[in-house]
Antibody, heavy 118, light 110 residues
Framework: QVLLVESGGGLVKPGGSLRLSCAASGFTFSDNSMCWIRQVPGKGLEWISYIRSSGSGTDYSESVRGRFTVSRDNTNNLLFLQMSALKAEDTAVYYC???????????WGQGILVTVSS | QTVVTQEPSFSVSPGGTVTLTCGLNSGSVSTSSYPSWYQQTPGQAPRTLIYNTNSRSSGVPDRFSGSILGNKAALTITGAQADDESDYHCLLYLTSGIWVFGGGTKLTVL
């Protein structure tokens, strides 16, 4: 079955960097676009990043553009989110999700908490 | 800035019918926004309910349905059950590679 497992979260100081990973299994990873979505505890979901199946195209929300970089390793079925210049407001649970035709997300990881605090 | 609007909270009686909506601050929602809906309980990842306006995801009961009502997307739950008490998030696809979620609706079944 499809499985997405995030890792790499934790506590980081403001201005610091962190890299999240998402390990995918149960489907042909290289055929699928992927996204990162985050959720401040107790708040709504926020789409933040998209990467095409080949890795050749990416998009970002205004809130993270210029600070976050999405990438992927199709050989090892891994999705990444490199986060830099982190702010307190980046504190959230980060989810990776598979993006499908008809522009929705059908499978989600369990989420990983990133806390930005001094 | 595009804002997707949802009711912050809603209440329904067991067995009742409820319709949650998803709108845009700057226009109408249409099928071209490919509205989708996600259910989330505390501490869990979202679960996909509806995509492409009115297609049910695999395993989703047929008491969940999606539609366009006027200028908004809508999620209707017919015959609400206790375990439908969740947060419901709508998602709109705005343009190439850009998505926006609504703020979510907290549904209470009582």
């Amino acid at each position: 079955q499809v499985l997405l497992v995030e890792s790499g979260g934790g506590l980081v100081k403001p201005g610091g960097s962190l890299r999240l990973s998402c390990a995918a299994s149960g489907f042909t990873f290289s055929d699928n676009s992927m996204c990162w979505i985050r959720q401040v505890p107790g708040k709504g979901l926020e789409w933040i990043s998209y990467i095409r199946s080949s890795g050749s195209g990416t998009d970002y929300s205004e809130s993270v553009r210029g600070r976050f970089t999405v990438s992927r390793d199709n050989t090892n079925n891994l999705l990444f989110l490199q986060m830099s210049a982190l702010k307190a407001e980046d504190t959230a649970v980060y989810y990776c999700a598979r993006s499908r035709a008809n522009f929705f997300f059908d499978y989600w990881g369990q989420g990983i908490l990133v806390t930005v605090s001094s | 800035q595009t804002v997707v609007t949802q009711e912050p909270s809603f209440s329904v009686s067991p067995g009742g019918t409820v319709t949650l909506t998803c709108g845009l601050n700057s226009g109408s929602v249409s099928t071209s926004s490919y509205p989708s809906w996600y259910q989330q309980t505390p501490g869990q990842a979202p679960r996909t309910l509806i995509y492409n306006t009115n297609s049910r995801s695999s395993g989703v009961p047929d008491r969940f349905s999606g539609s366009i009502l006027g200028n908004k997307a809508a999620l209707t739950i017919t015959g609400a059950q206790a375990d439908d008490e969740s947060d419901y998030h709508c998602l709109l696809y705005l343009t190439s590679g850009i998505w926006v979620f609504g703020g979510g609706t907290k549904l209470t079944v009582l």
